[in-house]
């Protein structure tokens, strides 16, 4: 277990420094975090932890599960607590993207969403793009490049959508 709550920790860190240092704002947490697994044997590791402190159906739909209980992490910028609820086990990918450790869903309002999103087509944000999610929508996507972590803005809306698949 202390495996995947080292991931969660460094996932949770590194995300909330390059949102912030890039945003000059800390932003409100989607409680999605996903792991992406770099092998096999991770994959299945994790899996079986997954399977312990969340409520996995068989809903092939799902990809984010519920925890049983919510992990609790204080921000690295404010220090208040931060609440992870939902978990995604992400298969290996050999791809570039899959070589990431895993990713953090962030929300914002329609109207900074659009600020944003604007000021990353102009390339005014470094290791920013949009990303379109089949069935979801566009996000922001932000890449910290050395931790290999990512952190994905959106309104909340589509941060409740990605918690099902839509392939």
């Known amino acids: 277990m202390n495996t995947l ?3 969660i920790s460094t996932l949770h860190i ?3 420094k390059i949102t912030t240092a890039l945003l000059h704002t800390e932003l ?10 770099q092998d096999d044997e991770e994959y299945e590791y994790f899996l079986g932890l997954q399977k312990e402190i969340a409520l996995v159906n068989q809903n092939p739909l799902q990809k984010y599960f519920p925890l049983k209980k919510s992990i609790v992490l204080p921000s690295p ?11 995604y086990i992400r298969k290996p990918d050999p791809s570039i993207y899959g070589r990431n450790l895993g990713d953090i869903d962030f929300y914002v309002s329609q109207k900074d969403y659009d600020e944003i999103k604007s000021r990353v087509e102009l390339g005014l944000l470094r290791n920013t793009d949009m990303y379109l999610q089949t069935g979801v929508g566009e996000l922001i996507q932000i890449q910290d490049i050395e931790n290999r972590v990512l952190a994905y803005i959106s309104t909340r809306d589509i941060t409740e959508k990605i918690r099902f698949r839509y392939e």
């Open 5 to 7: 709550l080292d991931r």
């Open 14 to 16: 590194s995300a909330y």
């Open 28 to 37: 409100a947490n989607a409680g999605n975090i996903g792991i992406f697994c």
């Open 77 to 87: 910028i404010t220090r208040r607590s931060i609440y992870y609820t939902h978990l």
